[in-house]
């Protein structure tokens, strides 16, 4: 009797399961650890500005990538690994979409895994997957140096194609069968990972993945509650708990320009 391959739902992490950037959320606390400058900050809500009010294409992605690489290099790690453990519920809490955490319970009592799949940086991911009880995440990677400060080095950068790349890979080492998978994304950047599984939806898609949605009648989801994980709201079961923070600062892709309509629930 051949073995049932598993089914996984892949999540993109901002604007799709918080509301705002992950990284650039953590731009204040930076600030009052002495990490960045009051110029810096101001730079850092503007682009925080640019993201939740219009979106970002490639070129500007590409220009803050740069900016965000650059800000952090020299960091030290260990400052950074105190801060974010410090405010990472404070910080990311209020942030969280009630529907992605009912999405989320949904794809666990089906029994899928749940994949986060961002831009944004492994040591911020983690937890925050941690605390959402995905099963693993992928994400971008920067180099520490021997002196525990962070290099601007980008070893793994979790973008466009690549995020395809990472799924396909992870279905062939987890026996995933991509057809019965699922992905959930706000952003025309993603449209390789959406097309990579057999069920696919846009979550408060940027204008131009909405296009690709609708000629291709993927579901459109609107995710609009911000709800604070403490006031209540059932997760599913954590996973174990992050020991060592460190922040990238390296922002998500991301949109706001939504349209509602019925989304595909998850099976069995």
């Not at 930076?30 to 970002?56: D, E, H």
């Not at 404070?90 to 969280?96: A, H, I, M, S, T």
């Not at 971008?140 to 690549?162: K, Q």
Request: proline fraction near 4%.
């Amino acid at each position: 009797m051949a073995t049932r391959r598993r089914t996984a739902a892949f999540f993109d992490l901002d604007k799709t399961i918080i509301a705002k950037s992950s990284a650039l959320a953590f731009s204040k606390p930076f600030q009052a650890g002495g990490l960045i400058s009051r110029a810096s900050l101001l730079r850092s809500v503007y682009s925080q500005f640019v993201f939740s009010v219009g979106g970002a294409d490639h070129d500007q992605m590409e220009k803050m990538r740069h900016f965000m690489s650059d800000l952090v290099t020299g960091w030290d790690a260990a400052q950074v690994r105190e801060i974010v453990a410090d405010t990472l519920h404070n910080v990311v809490d209020p942030l969280v979409y009630v529907e992605a955490v009912q999405l989320i319970e949904e794809h666990k009592l089906a029994g899928h895994d749940v994949v986060i799949v961002s831009t944004s940086g492994i040591e911020v991911v983690k937890p925050i997957g941690d605390m959402l009880g995905a099963d693993r995440v992928v994400a971008t990677r920067m180099g520490v140096g021997e002196d525990g400060r962070f290099t601007g080095e980008i070893l793994y950068y979790a973008y466009a194609e690549e995020k395809a790349r990472a799924v396909r890979q992870l279905a062939d080492d987890l026996g995933y069968d991509l057809g019965e998978c699922y992905a959930y994304s706000d952003s025309s950047t993603d449209v390789h990972m959406l097309e990579a599984v057999g069920h696919p939806s846009a979550v408060n898609p940027d204008r131009d993945l909405r296009k690709v949605a609708l000629a291709r009648e993927w579901p459109i989801l609107e995710f609009n509650k911000p709800v604070a994980l403490r006031s209540g709201m059932s997760l599913p079961p954590a996973g174990p708990t992050l020991a060592a923070l460190a922040v990238t600062g390296l922002i998500a892709v991301g949109g706001v320009l939504w349209a509602g309509a019925r989304r595909r629930r998850p099976g069995g």
